[in-house]
């Protein structure tokens, strides 16, 4: 059985960082692209950053340069870092588990629509 648990969300003041973390249990876990996802009340789910198989990221434009993702294939686990944290940074996070190979490039793995697992999503909350 699939199942991705995020966990390292929580309160943290404008300018400070949190990690996230992603914890996958699936089989064949390195063939695996990785994403991650946001959404507040009332918003669509949208794309944050994603991580190939090869290491290949894609980042949306308000997060490039702040985060960073990244995977662990030996523990079967993908971090999002997210450093200089702003207001708009607020909202349920998820993780998202899809794609092998070749096909996760830097286009597909942006669409949340090719996902098949979800994680249960993390809160994180920025304040002034």
């Known amino acids: 059985q699939m199942q991705l648990v995020e966990s390292g969300g929580g309160l943290v003041q404008a300018g400070g960082s949190l990690r996230l973390s992603c914890k996958a249990s699936?089989?064949?876990?390195?063939?695996?692209?990785l994403a991650w996802f946001r959404q507040d009340p009332g918003q669509d789910r949208r794309f944050v950053a994603a991580?190939?198989?090869?290491?290949?990221?894609t980042y949306s434009d308000s997060v490039k340069g702040r985060f960073i993702i990244s995977r662990d294939n030996d523990n079967e686990t993908a971090y999002l870092q997210m450093n200089s944290l702003v207001l708009e940074d607020t909202a349920v996070y998820y993780c998202?588990?899809?794609?092998?190979?070749?096909?996760?490039?830097?286009?597909?793995?942006?669409?949340?629509?090719?996902?098949?697992?979800w994680g249960q999503g993390t809160q994180v909350t920025v304040s002034s």
């Open positions: 991580i190939n198989s090869g290491g290949t990221t």
């Open positions: 699936v089989r064949s876990f390195s063939m695996y692209a």
């Open positions: 998202a588990l899809g794609l092998q190979g070749r096909s996760a490039t830097v286009k597909t793995m942006r669409d949340w629509r090719v996902y098949r697992n």
